[in-house]
């Protein structure tokens, strides 16, 4: 069997083994396992309004996956995609808001401004890195608080008067789209699917194509290697975070301009950075993985809804699913080495 | 703008026949909290499961149902669900989701919506508010009333509207009846925080605060908590709570040396339950407010105060005083402040 | 409001919500010392603070004031079992270590409200009864100054926290567990040389390092949150991890570090009754916390190293 | 006889790879017994068989005449079979004691006893004559130190067979001098040893018989006294095999490298490299010797960007390059084959075909406005890899598969088709065998003799002795004395390098 087939076979076989026992689990719970995966079916795509949902939540989760991807492959580790997020979303819906210009300049400048921001959060931690060696983990889980707890004043004092939430961006910097909302009976399907998986194609452009996404993975194997061959490693440090930063940053868009058009202040993370964790990791950190794993989780996590409602199973499974789906995909070695033994067995 | 939905409405009306004149179904769509977060969510759920159980429903797609939801996302999505599924009127719970029922009310055009806690201007949308103020002033008037050390606390969970009703009701009620009392405000910035609530209570109750009333959420069980471990430890001191939307009591509960004490007074309660259960009834007759903003207060049976607890000294003292308040406020006498701008004009006399 | 007035305030503050994030950050550093990156610190207070809350609920008619000791004890034997995963797919079946872990989290928070909504039909459970309540340690509370600072109002398990962390960094750096457990996560063929079962010592880490993170969230649950819900464990988890490496691997540097934390987050909520803090916006003194780590961390820690194989996994025969 | 070890025709295989095939080792008691053979031939496997790291699929081995079956090191301790491994298993941030005691600790109620252990530790080291610090930590003492610490480590278990793999490449001369003082006094002891080694010269000094493999068989057994080293290296080679390569007379023009007054200081802080003087002309080779951490790494740090000097100046052609940046300094036409392959010559996650082009992939052909041009690349690759002799089985193999000798190779391909006016080769034949070894000195001739200049640093007198036109003795960071190596001996060379004497280098420098 050849490698590639094995590559695919893998994250199939972990799937299915993840639907396996969620439905051991069902019915050991004295579940209907049938009914549940029906509801999680047509929860997902049972209906164009629910498909439309599913690609809605796709996006963030595509561009969060992207976003810790970027960091993996180069060495580090972005827990604050989350933080990154939040304040991307902020400078999305304070850009929307706050001027007054025709759409062509008004929703690029909104995007450009919720990517500037989750690269300026994320520059942070890189900048620490490369200066002072801090690891990169804590700072960026701090700096997830610190987004927090800021983009709640901010929403505060700058976005309204002591209120909870800002105005509705304005329409000239929506993503929302007739178009898909006429298309899929009023689901908030928007534009964002398209820069989702636009930037999916640049990051594997980047990484596997540009000179210097040769260097930012040459540096994330071997920094001294990498120095020795003239590549200036604190600045691809750097540049790798903000990178990774920009997508998560646009992730935070997608939720300002277009799932939600406005911002409010929030009690705890989204879950969408670090969803993005899992996303990235079931994905393999490359791009086209990542999108076929948000596609997956996305899914799921939409389908779990209607499960309560219409199978009564609590919508947790899902959770379950997901996370014994990533403990397969991680296992594939005893995966590949069972595809191995069948596959020799079968040549006999 | 709805030819799909009406095309999908025929089908189903001919698949099963069973229609919005047969039986009458409501269902809501709760935040993270879920139904038994002992706020708000849980008051809702209770009115719903009455109007249910009043009216011969059962739990599940036929009858009265919520849907929780897993993050802010999912508010929109799961109120298309509920009215794709035909209930005749689903409800948002919380202020967070009044852009989710905006957004649904317009696309879906004839089913119902109620919305809790803040206001959405739709044809087929009946908003509810809540005199928070007056259910907190009478709280106010309990705690200003119970303290002996004229230091009293309030924890707020996160700012909002809803929120600052609480306080500033909370500081006119003290006000009215202890002119020498002081209350020290701190806002927890989290609604799901139980140590944020604990260290804030540990800071008031170790500065002298005998009565803490929290607007919190989870964040509350701190505060409880740390009543309750300060009065095990030192039973002859006071250190009472004020529980807050349902009735708390349960989480007071002390034993020491064998003996049950309770260390909350009493808790300002918003009657979701009735407002929810009210509105469905409306709607079942064929009343439904669509458009309008329903405002409940202590006229309404819509916020109230619970029983005050045997172990307060000053009980009987609070209990008159409480009536007397109430009857102003019913009728009008005094008009509770609901925002800390109107506080500052506040007077009662 | 006097120095000595706010240092009781502080203090007891201070250790009731350093002492989860101790104990978990202690679990972190078995797992890691031996070799195995443990992200999942986080599901596995989870699973000890949902084991914690009911147990405490279903025995305490039975075992009364004992009830939230053994509770302890349960939530740690499940904290050990649910960590198994983590080891298995980490160790045997050569998983990344940081994907194992994220799968731990999700899963912990997915089996623990699935279990809570088939017990009690309900999302989040009933407040226990007989939980870790305030005590003046006896004898030690009554040393003038120090007594009252450090051992009034305050609770048993922040003593228990910091007593388990003096006993990890006696087992780390004395005995010959230690020196195996940490030679493995350094240099695993050269421990394998010298006949130490690498993927033993492995699995004895994972399996503490989930014994003590069951702990830290049964401490949280019963001594804090009083019940368990989706909110119970939110990032706890997390700032233990931080707290291992603020603390560069070494138990008592996790301490220092999990007590920093809490020092500078009851600062924050204390702060507000401190006369040169009380006009600053509230909202710097929420952010303060992880403000201060990120500057205490660039500032004095500087560079900290993990366990040189960390994360790796150790393959009989291979370079 | 007596035979301690035998291994009877084993055979060891890595997924359809034959690394050992049929190989027979008999070892006498009280002799030391070398192990011979190419890179890869399978020496370390055979030994690693030995000790319980891999099972054989086939054969058997005998301890002192009894079948044994060795499945994990513990076994081998058990049997008194010690081995010293190639790469050192040592944790670095544990104490000598520390490291030695590790699983078979000494303890008092379950607690380390460290005292007992380091005076254990202590008296077996001054038995053997093995001096070493007991408290010091592994990371602060020299390779010939950690050595000593891994001997210590199998006299501790009571090994009475030692195995030394390669133990040698990494020492310097002077360490390797006391290490067959130590050896000796072993045999003396009791002990057997078996001795891995690529210097032949070594096997004439010490072993008493040596066993030969080439690619993975036995070649057979010979008496030391009974063979000369000619022999040994085309038994081993299966080919003749020129040891003093054949230069012509180097022809030195202008100075491409001038170094003038340079000063660096090492990562403690230290002053490594003092006001140091070299100057290295077109076409001919300069070697440096001189004990390990005299400041030679510190010096080709700073020459190459990878380390900041405190002072002086490096000129290239007479363009000052000193302190800029390892890409401006090699854009200014110096290459350099690194000292820690593993370290800084690759990276070995990548392909080796993408390590070919480890500086120059931002360069035409290998890209173009920023993308990467990867048919170029690896067409780059397939070239050197066949013009080096790189033994991969593709371009698209990760340089971490490629054995060390194949890695090596692969970089100075990769330097030398940089066509560099100055060519840095710090140790660059480490660890390899005789054939790779004339490999790697044949190009540094040939670059000589296309007029570039080379500056070679070893520790290796040998190699210094035959490459070197002209030879730079560093002690203490500086250069003490300039000689022809026609005009001196290794004992001369070893006296300067030991600082004991001074030459008069001044006029020498400043051709
Ligand atoms: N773990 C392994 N997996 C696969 N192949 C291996 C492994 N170890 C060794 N080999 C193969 O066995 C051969 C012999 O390797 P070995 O390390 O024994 O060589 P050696 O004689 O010690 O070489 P050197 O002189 O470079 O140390 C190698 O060429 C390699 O192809
Ligand atoms: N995990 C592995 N899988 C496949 N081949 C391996 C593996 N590990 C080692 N090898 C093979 O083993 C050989 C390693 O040779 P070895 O490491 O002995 O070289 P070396 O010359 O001894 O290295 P060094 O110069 O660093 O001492 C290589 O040929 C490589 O292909
Ligand atoms: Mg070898
Ligand atoms: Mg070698």
Redo the contacts between chains.
Sequence with gaps: MSNRTKNILVPVIAVLLGILVGTIIMVASGYDAAAGYTALWNGAFGDVYFTGEVIRQVTPYILAGLAVAFAFRTGLFNIGVEGQLIVGWLAAVWVGVSFDLPKVIHLPLAILAAAAAGALWAFIPGYLKAKFRVHEVIVTIMMNYVALHVTNNVIRTVLSEGKERSENIADTASLRSPFFEGLTEYSRLHWGIFIAVICAILMWFILE??????EL??VG??E?????????VKNNIILSMVISGTFAGLAGAMEGLGTFGYTAIKSGFTGVGFDGIAVALLGGNTAIGVVLAAFLFGSLKVGALNMPLEAGIPNELVDIIIALIIFFVASSYIIRWFIQRMSKKGVK | ACGNNDAKKDETTGDNGKNTEETFKVAMVTDVGGIDDKSFNQSAWKGIQEFGEENGLEKGQDGYNYLQSQSDADYTTNLNSLARQDFNLVFGIGFMMAEAVNEIAGQQKDAHFGIVDSVVEQPNVASVLFKEQEASFLAGVAAGLATESNKIGFIGGMKSEVIERFEAGFLAGVKAVNADANVDVQYAEAFDKAEIGQSIASRMYSSGTDVIFHAAGATGNGLFKEARDLKMKNPSKNYWAIGVDSDQEAEGVVTIDGKKHNVIITSALKRVDVAVKDLSTKAKEGNFPGGETTVYGLAEDGVGLAKINDEVAAKADIEAKVKEFEEKIKNGDITVPGTLKDLKNFSVK | MGLMDILLIIIPSTLLWAAPLILTALGGIFSERSGVVNIGLEGLMVIGAFTAIVFNLSTVDTLGNMTPWVALLVAMAAGAVFSMLHAVASITFRADHTVSGVAINLLAVGVTLFLVKLIYDKGQTDIIQEGFSKIDIPVLSSIPVIGDLFFSNTYWTSYVAIIIAIIVWFVIY???FG??L??VG??P????????NVTKMRYIGVILSGALGGLGGAVYAQSISSDFSHATISGQGFMALAAMIFGKWHPLGAMGAAIFFGFAQSLSIIGKSLPFLENIPNVYLLIAPYVLTILALTGFIGRADAP?ASGTHYI??S? | MEYVIEMLNIRKEFSGFVANDNITLQVKKGEIHALLGENGAGKSTLM?VL?G??QPEQGEIKVKGKPVNIT???IA?DLGIG?V?Q?F??????SVT??I?????T?KG???DIRTAEEEVRKISERYGLAVDPQAKISDISVGMQQRVEIL?TLYRGAEILIFDEPTAVLTPQEIKELIQILRTLIKEGKSIILITHKLKEIMEVCDRVTVIRKGKGIGTVNVSETNPNELASLMVGRDVVFTTDKSEANPAGDVLKIKGLAVKDSRGVQAVRGLDLSVRAGEIVGIAGVDGNGQTELIEAI?G?RKAESGSVKIKGKEILNL??????ESGLA?I?QDRH????????PIG?NMV??T??KSPF?KS???NFKNIYDKARKLIKEYDVRTPNEFTPARALSGGNQQKAIIGREVDRDPEILIAAQPTRGLDVGAIEFIHKRLIEQRDKGKAVLLISFELDEIMNVSDRIAVIYEGEIVAIVNPKETTEQELGLLMAGSKRKEAGEETNV
């Design positions: 194509k540009t000179t210097k996404g040769f993975r040459a194997f071997n001294h290697a990498s120095q020795y061959a003239g590549m200036n | 004395k005995t010959p020196l195996r940490r030679s350094e240099h063929m050269a421990a394998d040389t010298m006949g130490i040189k009989k025969g370079r | 690693n000790f790291l891999y994990n090191p513990n301790n081995m491994h790469h298993m040592l944790v670095d941030t544990f520390e490291n005691i590790l699983g078979m600790e303890t379950g607690v380390i480590k190459t990878l940046t390892p890409r401006k300094i090699t350099h690194p370290k800084h010559g690759l990276v070995l996650n990548y993408e480890l500086q992939y931002y890209s920023g993308v990467m």
